[in-house]
């Protein structure tokens, strides 16, 4: 006789999963409390990754039935869902997801189902890939600087804690240098740890001559 379990995932602890039990409910599955599974992981996370979903797998039997509302519950992205029903399938177990009428995804119109959500899973990404490319192209063509700002060469750092003394702004001098303010404050910042750092050296090295010429008896 089959088994009825169930799925159900939240991102933070502020979430809970009561709805997603009740639509579960509401769509005329009856799922023992005993074979209901909660976590609360991220989404980014890869099924395999997610240890209740993993515990949960090792209970399921061949013939068994789960039920999840959305079809991220079985994976991060569309191919660890193919992933995931794929193993499921291979086992004899039963994927019914809400979102998707409740069609079993092991069946022929799941699969069916599943083959154009990944379809449209792969042009998203390849639409993204040509325009974050498109937008590198006409980054460049604008003379637009692209990755991490350059940082400071040693004197240009002495410099700019120079004029810095002299009253000039952080943003203007991260203007005129082409940097981040970010980096004009940690230049400034480092040029005074290094200062601080030599005062202590230097009085630590006064203190220990001042000692020798105490203990010199003559």
Do not use: W
């Amino acid at each position: 006789m089959s088994r009825l379990f169930a799925y159900a995932r939240v991102s933070t602890i502020e979430q809970t999963t009561d709805n997603q039990l009740g639509e579960i409910r509401a769509a005329g599955f009856q799922v023992q409390p005993r074979r209901i599974v909660t976590e609360t992981i991220s989404g980014s996370i890869p099924a395999s990754e997610r240890p209740g979903f993993t515990r949960l797998i090792d209970r399921l039997e061949d013939g068994d039935i789960l039920v999840v509302t959305k079809l991220d519950r079985l994976g991060r992205n569309a191919m660890d869902v193919r992933k995931t029903v794929d193993q499921l399938a291979e086992l004899g177990i039963k994927v019914h997801c809400l979102a998707l009428g409740g069609v079993d995804l092991t069946s022929a119109a799941g699969r069916m189902t599943m083959g154009v959500i990944n379809a449209v899973a792969e042009f998203e990404r390849d639409l993204l890939i040509e325009r974050t490319q498109a937008g590198l192209e006409r980054a460049k063509a604008e003379g637009k600087t692209l990755g991490r700002p350059p940082r400071l060469t040693p004197n240009q750092r002495q410099a700019v804690v120079a004029k810095l003394a002299e009253g000039a702004s952080i943003s203007r001098l991260a203007r005129d240098y082409g940097v981040s303010r970010l980096t004009i404050t940690r230049a400034r910042d480092k040029m005074k740890d290094a200062a601080t750092s030599s005062d202590e050296s230097a009085d630590r090295a006064r203190e220990a001559s001042s000692e020798r010429a105490d203990a010199d008896p003559s």
